[in-house]
């Protein structure tokens, strides 16, 4: 599976972004799939995650009521809407997905994709 995040860009602080990525490859979509990010000498920061239906959602404490994940199947796709953005959410964002069924969606992401830039000016 193969993993493209894109949508990054420069936004003012309190502006919205949204942010795509594309699964490709056999079995892409099928599973949980997640969204990370990484700010410079900070670790990497669990952000969203949705499971294969869509029906069920998780977020990480500091986002869950600013950023909304949402996904087609129909296209192999999982997007990541940020309101209310903050200098501090500028990161490299990534999407990741894993390969096996769980009812736990805060954990098991080992595929990756490149991550998409987002900076966020005050």
């Known amino acids: 599976v193969q993993l493209q995040a894109s949508g990054g860009g420069l936004v003012q602080a309190g502006g919205s972004l949204r942010l795509t990525c594309a699964a490709s490859?056999?079995?892409?979509?099928?599973?949980?799939m997640a969204w990370f990010r990484q700010a410079p000498n900070k670790e990497r920061e669990f952000l969203a995650a949705?499971?294969?239906?869509?029906?069920?959602?998780l977020y990480g404490d500091s986002v869950k009521d600013r950023f909304a994940i949402s996904r087609d199947n129909a296209k192999n796709m999982i997007y990541l809407e940020m309101n209310s953005l903050e200098p501090g959410d500028a990161a490299d964002y990534y999407c990741?997905?894993?390969?096996?069924?769980?009812?736990?969606?805060?954990?098991?992401?080992?595929?990756w994709g490149q991550g998409t830039l987002v900076t966020v000016s005050s």
């Open positions: 949705i499971s294969w239906s869509g029906q069920k959602t």
């Open positions: 490859g056999p079995s892409a979509g099928n599973y949980a």
């Open positions: 990741a997905t894993r390969t096996y069924y769980s009812g736990d969606l805060g954990s098991g992401y080992t595929l």
